[in-house]
Nanobody, 122 residues
Framework: QVQLVESGGALVQAGNSLRLSCAAS?????????MAWYRQASGKQRQLVAS???????NYVDSVKGRFTISRDNAIDTMYQQMNNLEPENKAVYYC???????????????WGEGPQVTVSS
């Protein structure tokens, strides 16, 4: 089973920045899987935020384009999400996971851990 350890959550003021990290382990194929960040706000369903293929092609939901940057370092099987100019609507628990292909066509198969809480004050 793939193990995923997220870190980097914090309480920040609106307009500030955070960088989330996701360290993956337990599979020799992590570098060819698509990795993705999800978030779940209180009382809401988990939703996709951004994804990145093994080759580095990134996709974002419209609400974070220009502010969030997803990246990965395949040498250490780690994915990052730089979040700039945070807004209160970005408050959520953030999770990372992996898919065998495009997130629109494949379901995440890693275990959902205790993702970091991002809280943004107004």
């Amino acid at each position: 089973q793939v193990q995923l350890v997220e870190s980097g959550g914090a309480l920040v003021q609106a307009g500030n920045s955070l960088r989330l990290s996701c360290a993956a382990s337990g599979s020799p194929y992590i570098d060819i899987y698509t990795m993705a960040w999800y978030r779940q706000a209180s009382g809401k369903q988990r939703q996709l935020v951004a994804s990145i293929t093994g080759g580095g092609t990134a996709n974002y939901v419209d609400s974070v384009k220009g502010r969030f940057t997803i990246s990965r370092d395949n040498a250490i099987d780690t994915m990052y999400q730089q979040m700039n100019n945070l807004e209160p609507e970005n408050k959520a628990v953030y999770y990372c996971n992996l898919t065998a292909g495009a997130v629109a066509a494949y379901s995440p198969f890693g275990s959902w851990g205790e993702g970091p809480q991002v809280t943004v004050s107004s």
